[in-house]
């Protein structure tokens, strides 16, 4: 494991642990999100991101299996980043949504923006082509 941290995050939903694990599956930069991800609250998710877009992560997957909720300024966030890597040929796919999550992405039309998987497992079994864009 690359990197592990987490922090408690306080708001009007409430305590909630943020967690973030970044991990490498072979040419994949893996981050698995656990808890409420609330971008004015938590910087850690934008820094994590920065870094490997510095690094040029060509294959960024990030799993949202333990994600309850996403606001408007992380969702925002996550646009600009996949416009900055998408720029040099690469992209940041999504895995594991939970119902709640998913709607959020859908309504606001995202799911045509990110590769979205149903589980980590088929994310890293799928081709690059299925990964990266053509």
Do not use: H
Not at 41 to 51: A, F, G, M, T, V
Not at 68 to 85: K, P
């Amino acid at each position: 494991m690359l990197e592990e941290s987490g922090r408690a995050l306080a708001g009007w939903r409430g305590e909630a642990e943020m967690k973030v694990t970044v991990e490498k599956e072979g040419p994949v930069t893996v981050v698995t999100l656990y808890g409420d991800v609330v971008l004015y609250q938590n910087q850690e998710l934008k820094d994590i991101l920065s870094r490997l877009e510095q690094e040029k992560a060509q294959q960024i997957l990030l799993d949202f299996s333990g994600v309850r909720y996403i606001d408007s300024a992380s969702i925002g966030s996550l646009m600009s980043y996949q416009s900055q890597i998408n720029r040099r040929g690469g992209e940041i796919t999504l895995c594991g949504l939970l119902p709640s999550v998913n709607r959020i992405f859908e309504m606001n039309g995202l799911s045509s923006l990110f590769k979205i998987f149903p589980d980590q497992a088929t994310a890293l079994c799928s081709s690059p082509i299925d990964l990266l864009p053509v």
